[in-house]
């Protein structure tokens, strides 16, 4: 930490790329990340890089099934055998609109010791919208010892069911974020793939969400928390102007769906198009 309250951090979060979502069993994943990891290789599937340069649809649905396949339990593999097996149990009519979704969301999750289970509504193409509940075991034994597996999936409602809690969505760069009511907005931005609420520099030199520095700052449209009149004043210090419509993302909290917006300058202020920063701004 410096004499200005910044520190230098590293975050790697900040830089997830599709491509970088877990891709094997591993202790340190909580439930909600082994959920989160199908439903990112499903929403990622065709932008995700493929050796071979392919964007062959059987491709993109193989990296969804090979994800799912990765994170199966035993008893889930007993019951459908093979990759082939999974991949044909996938890709019959009570899987397919998950597999095939547009667009995934998960609702809360409901941890009961090495037990998990955590509804998911799937919205196809057609529309025709499915909600689906996984079901995750932490293992005791073998080779995948005190990781969270997929136990089974489970077609629970033809349509969204109105067991279903819909969590917030914040729409950030073209990603689709759900998280829980209350979480800091820098948070949830930093989890966005490839997506940051910091430009440049201030990646490694912010204050770490203290509500110092200034440059978490983002133009948030949507259901958040009034500012502070902490956050007021950090947000009239130079370069903001206190009335151009920005946030702190980490003094804001997510209280239903939103859309953000970071601006280019240094420290997420308006940037007319074609100009850069100018030292003075840089300096501060
Ligand atoms: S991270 Fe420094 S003000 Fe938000």
Redesign the pocket.
């Known amino acids: 930490m410096t004499d200005d309250g910044i520190e230098l951090r590293d975050d790697s979060d900040a830089d997830r790329s599709p491509n970088d979502r877990p891709r094997e069993p591993d202790p340190e994943l909580t439930p909600e990340q082994v959920v989160e990891a199908q439903t990112s290789a499903i929403r990622n599937a065709d932008r995700e890089g493929d050796p071979t340069g392919s964007s062959d649809p059987q491709r993109a649905q193989d990296r969804i099934l090979r994800t799912l396949f990765a994170f199966a339990a035993p008893a889930f593999r007993r019951r459908h055998g093979d990759f082939e097996g999974v991949a044909a149990a996938m890709t019959n009519p009570i899987y397919r609109p998950l597999v095939a979704a547009e667009t995934v969301e998960r609702g809360p999750i409901d941890v009961d010791g090495d037990r998990a289970v955590q509804k998911v509504l799937a919205r196809p193409e057609d529309g025709r919208d499915r909600t689906y509940e996984f079901v995750l075991e932490r293992q005791s034994t073998g080779e995948h010892e005190g990781c969270w597996l997929i136990a089974a999936i489970d077609m629970v409602y033809v349509g969204e069911s109105p067991a279903f809690q819909r969590r917030p969505t914040v729409e950030f760069d073209g990603r689709a974020i759900t998280c829980e009511e209350g979480a800091t907005l820098?948070d949830v931005l930093l989890r966005a793939e490839g997506r940051s609420p910091y430009n440049d520099v201030s990646q490694v030199a912010?204050?770490?969400?203290?509500?110092?520095?200034?440059?978490?700052a983002v133009e948030v449209c949507g259901d958040v928390d009034d500012p502070s009149e902490r956050e007021r004043r950090?947000l009239e210090l130079p370069p903001h102007s206190g009335d151009d419509d920005l946030r702190?993302?980490?003094?804001t909290t997510v209280q239903g769906d939103v859309s953000v917006v970071k601006h280019d300058g240094v420290f997420g202020q308006h940037v007319a198009d074609g100009s850069a920063p100018s030292d003075e701004e840089d300096d501060r």
């Open positions: 820098r912010n204050c770490g969400g203290n509500g110092l520095c200034g440059t978490c950090r702190l993302s980490c003094r």
